[in-house]
């Protein structure tokens, strides 16, 4: 067997694993090993991961996506709403930051200050004001309303569109197994390389196939899907996060040594994922019969005029597969794509991104870095009957109920069921009817510290 070499330069000193999504963009990491660590590791990661990175930090410390190379969540900027003032927050770690002692906020003017009461008396000794035009607030009695800055132009930058092709090109050779460079891959590989070539990447305007992925994915997922066009080349989808999908020419046709063209990987939040490889189209309904083939032993079956009856069952999920098909009837027709910005698509990712950033999504991780963040185990808790913060009262509430059940263990299980049958549904929308209620029903209880407490707990033991 031959060494293994670079899918990039062909060398084999020096191969590393070479993360396909950037870790600091995703919980659930994935590799390709065939890459060199001096020429095309590190220096893509110079020329672009690192950017991408830094440019969509509002995103991922949203959602809860921190790269295991760093101790802290990415920093990011944001407009910081009090009382009807707004302040400049810059390099936001963590939710609250702005609360911690010595942090300081000051209006775009800089003619107003927000802080601990401590700093901002010294500000004002400091500048000669008088200490009657300090006023102290309980932070806990009033409302922050956090407005991100979103960066729109990234999603449309040379630098992604790079970072998008290097993701398509690694993970289709993964695949396949493809260990070694070859020359079918010279047109994706000098754009990702040098920049070089046009029409690689595009983004994906075709509404049909976008609700399609918005269907299948979950909010703040990644989904790669390998296919063969109409015209015969070689393609990868990229959707990122849910809320954009890029297209991706590979080759120009079939290759002998890459096999399997009908592929699909779907990255959440929680870790988890979801894949198939197959040869083509056609593996895909011979794939989901022999989904059929367990036969389900845990009841009776039943004996029917001397018949013994069997019930089968499947042994794993084929929600991928019927996704993929419906993708087909898209892909038989065409679709429409882009290769910049418009105004349609634009207005498109706007949507998506509000309408991801204003949910919550609910995992292991997310948990455990708000009960660090916001739970002070000794100074304890008070929850405002005025706050309006929908997310924090929505883990709120999870953490309470954790905390009447106190399980033995924590479990991905336990979770899905708390919400399940407190809400009826695994997706909801929290308006401000239903935060009502269940801040209500916080409030209510009078040992609701204690038992936040308790649920907190519960979350930093969750192995």
């Known amino acids: 067997m031959s060494k293994k070499q670079c899918i990039y330069c062909g060398t084999t000193e020096r191969l590393t694993e070479s993360d396909i999504i950037p870790d600091a963009l995703t919980n659930a990491r994935i590799i390709n090993d065939c890459v060199c660590q001096d020429l095309h590791n590190s220096k893509m990661t110079e020329k672009f991961e690192s950017i991408i990175a830094k440019r969509l930090a509002f995103m991922t410390n949203e959602l809860d996506i921190k790269s295991s190379k760093s101790k802290s969540y990415a920093n990011y900027s944001a407009s910081i709403e009090i009382e009807g003032n707004k302040y400049e927050a810059k390099k936001l770690k963590g939710n609250d930051d702005f609360l911690k002692k010595g942090k300081v906020l000051w209006n775009k003017e800089h003619t107003q200050a927000f802080g601990d009461i401590d700093t901002i008396r010294a500000i004002a000794k400091s500048n000669g004001i008088n200490e009657s035009k300090v006023r102290m607030i309980n932070s806990n009695d009033i409302e922050f309303i956090k407005t991100l800055k979103i960066d729109l132009e990234v999603f449309f930058s040379v630098e992604m569109y790079r970072q998008i092709a290097k993701i398509a090109f690694e993970w289709y050779c993964?695949?396949?197994?493809?260990?070694?460079?070859?020359?079918?891959?010279?047109?994706?590989?000098?754009?990702?390389?040098?920049?070089?070539?046009?029409?690689?990447?595009?983004?994906?305007?075709?509404?049909?196939?976008?609700?399609?992925?918005?269907e299948y994915c979950n909010s703040g997922s990644h989904c790669l899907v390998g296919y063969v066009s109409n015209e015969g080349d070689v393609n990868v989808?990229?959707?990122?996060?849910?809320?954009?999908?890029?297209?991706?020419?590979?080759?120009?046709?079939?290759?002998?040594?890459?096999?399997?063209?009908?592929?699909?990987?779907?990255?959440?939040?929680?870790?988890?994922?979801?894949?198939f490889r197959l040869h083509d189209y056609n593996d895909l309904p011979i794939d989901m019969i022999s989904t059929f083939s367990a036969i389900d032993d845990r009841f009776p079956q039943p004996i029917i005029?001397?018949?013994?009856?069997?019930?089968?069952?499947?042994?794993?999920?084929?929600?991928?597969?019927?996704?993929?098909?419906?993708?087909?009837r898209s892909l038989s027709n065409g679709f429409l794509k882009e290769c910049y910005y418009t105004e349609k698509i634009g207005n498109t990712l706007i949507n998506n991104i509000e309408e991801l950033?204003?949910?919550?999504?609910?995992?292991?991780?997310?948990?455990?870095?708000?009960?660090?963040?916001?739970?002070?185990?000794?100074?304890?808790?008070?929850?405002?009957?005025t706050g309006t913060d929908k997310k924090s009262i929505f883990i709120y509430y999870l953490l309470f109920i954790l905390g009447k059940q106190n399980p033995d263990k924590m479990n991905k299980e336990i979770l899905e069921k708390i919400i399940f049958d407190n809400f009826g549904n695994y997706q909801m929308i929290?308006?401000?009817?239903?935060?009502?209620?269940?801040?209500?029903?916080?409030?209510?209880?009078?040992?609701?510290?204690?038992?936040?407490?308790?649920?907190?707990?519960?979350?930093?033991?969750?192995?």
């Not at 890029?246 to 120009?252: A, F, G, M, R, T």
């Not at 950033?357 to 405002?384: P, Y």
């Not at 204690?450 to 969750?462: H, P, R």
């Open 237 to 275: 989808f990229v959707d990122m996060f849910g809320i954009i999908v890029y297209n991706v020419k590979i080759c120009n046709n079939i290759l002998d040594f890459c096999p399997n063209n009908c592929l699909l990987q779907k990255l959440n939040l929680d870790t988890t994922r979801q894949s």
């Open 174 to 214: 993964a695949q396949n197994k493809v260990s070694r460079k070859y020359e079918d891959f010279n047109e994706i590989i000098n754009y990702i390389v040098d920049g070089v070539g046009e029409n690689i990447v595009s983004i994906v305007s075709d509404i049909d196939i976008n609700n399609t992925f918005n």
């Open 305 to 328: 005029n001397g018949v013994k009856v069997y019930v089968p069952t499947m042994s794993k999920d084929v929600s991928g597969h019927i996704f993929f098909m419906k993708l087909l």
């Open 430 to 463: 929290i308006t401000d009817k239903l935060c009502e209620e269940i801040k209500d029903t916080i409030l209510k209880d009078d040992n609701y510290r204690s038992i936040i407490i308790i649920g907190s707990k519960k979350v930093l033991d969750w192995q």
């Open 357 to 385: 950033l204003q949910g919550s999504v609910v995992h292991r991780k997310a948990l455990k870095r708000f009960v660090t963040e916001k739970i002070n185990f000794s100074k304890g808790i008070a929850l405002s009957s």
